[in-house]
């Protein structure tokens, strides 16, 4: 079975600074896709990155990236430059067959 | 291009109750999947919808069910409402060519419920 655990329940950052959010995930399979998904205040659900898992190469959106180590079944999270808007939860997922979720990391960034 | 609706907003059941949930799938998606999130934990997998036909299906009871219409609409059922039934309910869709998933889910709002 696969289980995601994001060990950070809460962490905060200043405006304009760099933070990492952490997840780990155990998996026996080869194939399957990794998420960050972010849930704000007003709860609706919406991407932020996803990595295919038999790509070496790191996946990048704007100001967010990740660091993907597979055999460690690691995906960490990375935003630079962080804004006020990227208040929110942060929900880290695989999916092999369906979604499974990690129990998140409420991230605060403060001006 | 429309999103992912759902409804209701919120409900209020008694235990013992019967509930249906219903989401619109965003246009041209041709999947759908459901998820229990109880408070301050991340979504759980219930189900989920490819074309009509169940291709997935998480830890829950039968007594949770759904479907999947014609026209990529659904329906999440529950039956014999349990006090721990109480959570936010979200849906997902998402445009599946294979079947296979790992493609981007769009989610709705989320419906919540409270069982009494």
């Known amino acids: 079975a696969q289980t995601v655990t994001q060990s950070q329940p809460e962490m905060s950052v200043q405006e304009a600074e760099t933070v990492t959010l952490s997840c780990t995930y155990d998996t026996s399979e080869n194939n399957y896709y990794l998420f960050w998904y972010k849930q704000p205040p007003s709860r609706q659900m919406i991407l932020v990155i996803r990595?295919?898992?038999?790509?070496?190469q790191n996946a990048t959106e704007n100001r967010f990236s990740v660091n993907f180590q597979k055999a460690a079944k690691s995906f960490s999270l990375k935003i630079s430059d962080s804004q006020l808007g990227d208040t929110a939860m942060y929900f880290c997922a695989t999916h092999w067959n369906y979604m499974r979720f990690g129990a998140g990391t409420r991230l605060t960034v403060k001006p | 291009e429309t999103g992912v609706t759902q409804s209701p907003t919120h409900l209020i059941k008694t235990r013992g109750q019967q509930v249906t949930l219903r989401c619109s799938s965003q246009s041209g998606h041709n999947t759908v999947s459901w998820y229990q999130q109880a408070l301050g934990q991340g979504p759980q997998f219930i189900f989920q919808?490819?074309?009509?036909?169940?291709?997935g299906r998480g830890n829950f009871p039968p007594r949770f069910s759904g479907l999947q219409f014609p026209n990529y609409s659904s329906e999440l059922n529950v039956n014999a409402l349990e006090l721990d039934d109480s959570a936010l309910y979200l849906c997902a869709s998402s445009l599946d060519v294979s079947g296979s998933g790992g493609y981007e889910q769009y989610f709705g709002p989320g419906t919540r419920l409270t069982v009494t």
């Open positions: 919808y490819y074309r009509e036909e169940e291709n």
């Open positions: 990595q295919e898992a038999y790509k070496q």
